[in-house]
């Protein structure tokens, strides 16, 4: 960018050449401070113009309520498929965020999501799903299909287009879950059987809990209550709702087949005075040691339910207990019995209905003893998810 000045001989010309090359240079300098400004505007707008060819990165609203965010790299296009940040939508929904190497876990209300780089299988509460693209997380986002986070996400509601991303959220609670869970069959059981497994009989599903408690006419219908034949049991008559019947007699002639035979039911239908009865026992029992009424009573509820609040009252749960223990306690979990129950019960259409990490999602005690039939596909459902009877109702029932 040099200019050519013609030379003069005179002082004064000289002098003004001088004057006059010195100003050049202080315009050569302005005008190189300037091209490499020029040269470097171009060069943002060519990487950004870059970036965006290869994720078509654009700008999107996110809605929340009267609240409106724009972000930045909220979404993406990969070989015409739709993707979402799930980072942002997280931030925005106030879901939780887990980053291990490639991977991300993301965890709202007891619900868990774990994608990881390079890869179309996600986790998504223990279920492995297929997504119809593989996740990309880097730099600080994670990308997986839009198709994906609308599906799995409960109370939130993801629209997008070309110009906009709209995340409005439905409530107060939010839950990741695979919807479309494939049920699972136990093919060494015979078909007769599985249809008793897989029972519709809708009595099955009921709910009882301290928030669903039952009154002392329930259920309605006592000629539904069997007996449990002797084999199972080591005491007086014990009653099973009739459904529930057929599948316990299975999967205990499965576990007697598999060399636990010190397994017996201990409890299962319980009369609501005898719920009352047991009850007021304990709280006789600790106060007897000296406790006071109102400690006691707090100390009982903590194990044992109010009369109208117990499972047992529905005839569809059972209390396992084996020889070698000495009362009805946690002892059971060190046993074949419970290891055998562990992976097998589902299959038989029985869960274990409290289990030690959903305390307070279902109001009581871890019960290692304790299984509660409720047919095959909610059986097949809870094994595979990990979620607890409340939380199946919850997400596949009412989260619809
Ligand atoms: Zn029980």
């Not at 009595?203 to 007996?227: A, G, H, M, R």
């Not at 562990?342 to 274990?352: C, E, I, M, S, T």
């Not at 097949?380 to 009877?389: K, N």
Request: hydrophobic share 35%.
């Amino acid at each position: 960018m040099k200019e050519t000045h013609t030379p003069s001989a005179s002082k004064s010309v000289k002098q003004g050449f001088y004057a006059r090359v010195a100003e050049n240079e202080r315009n050569d300098k302005k005008k190189t401070v300037i091209l490499a400004a020029v040269l470097c505007v171009l060069a943002i707008i060519l990487l950004v113009v870059a970036t965006m060819t290869a994720n078509s990165l654009g700008k999107h609203v996110y809605v929340y309520g009267d609240r409106q965010q724009r972000i930045d790299k909220a979404q993406a296009m990969q070989n015409g498929i739709q993707f979402i940040d799930m980072n942002a939508l997280a931030e925005f929904a106030g879901i939780e965020k887990t980053t291990s190497g490639n991977s991300v876990t993301y965890s709202v209300n007891n619900t868990e999501a774990t994608f990881e780089n390079g890869k179309s299988q996600a986790t998504l509460n223990k279920i492995e799903i297929s997504m119809p693209s593989p996740a990309v997380v880097k730099n600080g986002y994670c990308l997986i299909p839009l198709s994906v986070a609308k599906d799995m996400l409960l109370g939130v509601e993801v629209n997008a287009n070309k110009n906009n991303t709209v995340i409005t959220l439905n409530g107060n609670n939010i839950y990741m879950i695979a919807k479309n869970i494939e049920i699972k069959y136990e093919p060494n059981i015979s078909e007769g059987l599985v249809e008793y497994i897989n029972s519709t009989d809708p009595y099955i599903f009921k709910l009882v809990n301290k928030q669903n408690p039952v009154d002392n006419t329930f259920p309605e219908d006592k000629d539904s209550l069997l007996e449990i034949p002797a084999k199972y049991r080591k005491k007086d008559t014990i009653y099973l709702y009739k459904t529930a019947l057929y599948p316990l007699q299975a999967m205990m002639d499965a576990m007697f087949s598999n060399d636990i035979d010190d397994v017996f039911v201990t409890s299962a239908y319980r009369r609501y005075d005898k719920q009352k009865q047991l009850f007021d026992g304990y709280v006789e029992k600790l106060m007897n040691k000296g406790m006071s009424y109102d400690k006691a009573y707090a100390e009982v509820l903590k194990d044992t339910a109010l009369p109208g609040q117990s499972e047992h009252q529905t005839g569809l749960c059972i209390d396992f207990m084996t020889l070698s223990m000495d009362e009805l306690d946690n002892t059971f979990e060190d046993t074949k019995a419970f290891k055998w129950l562990k992976d097998n019960a589902w299959k038989y259409g029985f869960v274990l209905r409290y289990p030690e990490d959903k305390v307070s999602i279902t109001g009581y005690s871890y019960e290692s003893w304790h299984y509660r039939f409720v047919g095959l596909e909610v059986a097949s459902i809870m094994y595979q998810t990990g979620l607890c009877y409340e939380e199946y109702l919850e997400y596949f029932e009412k989260g619809e």
